[in-house]
């Protein structure tokens, strides 16, 4: 019997893979993986900007405060990774993160250090499955300077992790602007994520602070940095804002009657919605339809980034929602990975 040509062989098999990507629909299998919203088993592709990890020198410096963290491990992390189909996750501490150290500058420096190098560690020891975006004294400016420029230029990190505020200062405080100006000058990816505000801890005690004050305390932020003049004063810092963008979407009529009423342009040359549709937004607990709608009516798909907020949400959750949300497939990829890669170019190599 003659050999069957390898030109045919080949042939059926792009028949056969193609005939099965019609069987399970475009929104069921996206390029590079075989990892479907449910979690299929297959190789990971999505990069998660809102993974949150717990260092050991961290956690014990936190019990000697009294104080815990959710349960956090290296291989628990790894697993979930494998079983949502993430590749690459930017870590970033665990609630309360550097909060935790605020009326102590030595103790910030120190801790932002050890948990900066355990993360580099991270990223040596699992070659392509760990980011980093380093913690700094924020907003001790000498210090965050010299952790900026260790962090950067030693470590090798993704970028810079900093809450929405510290002490009831928001990171729009022109005080904060010394550390900015240098975030600035680096092109810097600054991570966010929402801090606990002490002004409102006691006015809803049967409801965690973070379900409505945390996503509030992101809006807060942002409209500091656009209308106090940080975001047009620095346009080089990629800004990454979580759970998309808080309660931003929802609120844009009022921001929008703030910047014509009171003539903004002296800090806003561009514009409001100039600087809105340049940040970046995670997905973590903002990835039901109503978030995601509400978002996408105003910034482009190219501006979502894939987050779960790890350990507190799964992955598997995350996309399912993303799954219903009405995407394109290369919007969809664009939202798992694209965008993502486009701002970690590492990640190519």
């Known amino acids: ?85 993430i590749a690459t996750c930017f870590t970033s501490l665990i609630n309360p993160g550097m909060q935790a150290w605020g009326n102590d500058p030595a103790g910030a420096r120190k801790i932002a250090r050890v948990s900066n190098e355990y993360a580099a560690q991270l990223m040596r020891d699992h070659p392509g499955r760990f980011g980093s975006f380093a913690s700094i004294p924020f907003p001790d400016i000498e210090g965050s300077l010299r952790e900026i420029a260790y962090a950067y230029d030693v470590l090798k990190a993704d970028g810079i992790y900093l809450w929405t505020s510290y002490n ?6 022109p005080a904060t ?13 600054i991570y966010t994520h929402p801090a606990t505000p002490a002004c409102c801890s006691q006015i809803m005690p049967y409801i965690s602070i973070n379900a409505i004050e945390g996503p509030v305390d992101t809006t807060r932020t942002m409209i500091s940095l656009i209308f106090q003049g940080g975001a047009a004063k620095f346009p080089d810092i990629r800004w990454i804002f979580s759970h998309s963008g808080g309660v931003t979407p929802f609120l844009l009529s009022r921001f929008q009657r703030e910047e014509v009423e009171k003539d903004r342009k002296a800090v806003l040359p561009h514009g409001l919605m100039h600087e809105l549709r340049k940040f970046y937004y995670d997905t973590a607990q903002g990835h039901h339809d109503g978030a995601l709608k509400a978002l996408l009516a105003i910034i482009p798909p190219s501006q979502v980034l894939y987050g779960t907020d790890y350990p507190f949400w799964d992955g598997r959750k995350v996309s399912d929602d993303l799954a219903k949300g009405g995407f394109s497939a290369a919007d969809r990829m664009a939202v798992d990975r694209d965008n993502a890669m486009r701002l970690f170019p590492r990640l190519k190599v």
């Open 1 to 85: 019997m003659n050999a069957i040509p390898a030109s045919l062989i080949d042939a059926l098999q792009r028949r056969r893979f193609l005939a099965g990507l019609t069987a399970l629909g475009a929104g069921a299998l996206l390029p590079g993986c075989e990892t479907t919203g449910a979690g299929t088993p297959g190789k990971p592709f999505r990069i998660d900007v809102h993974h949150h990890f717990a260092p050991p020198d961290y956690s014990a410096a936190l019990k000697t405060m009294m104080r815990g963290h959710a349960k956090w491990s290296v291989q628990g992390t790894l697993e979930e990774m494998d079983k949502s189909g």
């Open 168 to 173: 009831g200062k928001l990171l729009g405080d």
């Open 177 to 189: 602007f010394p550390i900015l100006e240098e975030l600035n000058r680096r092109k810097a990816i």
